[in-house]
């Protein structure tokens, strides 16, 4: 079970110090001003992304409390989006024509 943990621990570790600007910012003051200050800058990052992640998390719900009378709607809506997407492409096939479409696949 430790052995999982510390793998978990790892990845999340890799994935979350990815290098971007912000690592890059977050190094540099490491590096120039010392551990405690890199230790905050890392802190403040977290909670900004905490920020952006809530308010996405409550703009979403929001939008989809507003739209849950719509459903019908967007079912009927996204149905025939589908139902035009594959005509056009069931279109396209027909216009390239059989021979054609074998005579492709073979070379």
Same mark, same amino acid.
């Given at each position: 079970?430790?052995?999982?943990?510390?793998? #978990?621990?790892?990845? /999340?570790?890799? %994935? +979350?110090?990815?290098? @971007?600007?912000?690592?890059?910012?977050? $190094?540099?003051?490491?590096?120039?001003?010392?551990?405690?200050? #890199?230790?905050?800058? /890392?802190f403040? %990052? +977290?909670t900004?992304? @905490?920020?952006?992640?809530?308010?996405? $998390?409550?703009?979403?719900?929001?939008?989809?409390?507003?739209?849950?009378?719509?459903?019908?709607?967007?079912?009927?809506?996204?149905?025939?989006?589908?139902?035009?997407?594959?005509?056009?492409?069931?279109?396209a096939?027909?216009?390239?024509?059989?021979?054609?479409?074998?005579?492709?696949?073979?070379?």
């Amino acid at each position: 079970m430790s052995s999982l943990l510390l793998r #978990g621990f790892l990845l /999340g570790f890799a %994935v +979350a110090a990815s290098p @971007g600007p912000i690592f890059f910012l977050c $190094l540099k003051r490491t590096l120039v001003r010392g551990w405690p200050n #890199g230790l905050v800058s /890392g802190f403040g %990052v +977290a909670t900004a992304d @905490g920020f952006y992640a809530a308010v996405a $998390l409550l703009g979403a719900g929001a939008i989809t409390t507003v739209l849950s009378g719509e459903r019908r709607s967007f079912a009927l809506a996204g149905g025939a989006l589908l139902i035009g997407i594959s005509t056009i492409s069931g279109l396209a096939i027909g216009a390239l024509g059989l021979a054609a479409l074998v005579s492709a696949l073979r070379t």
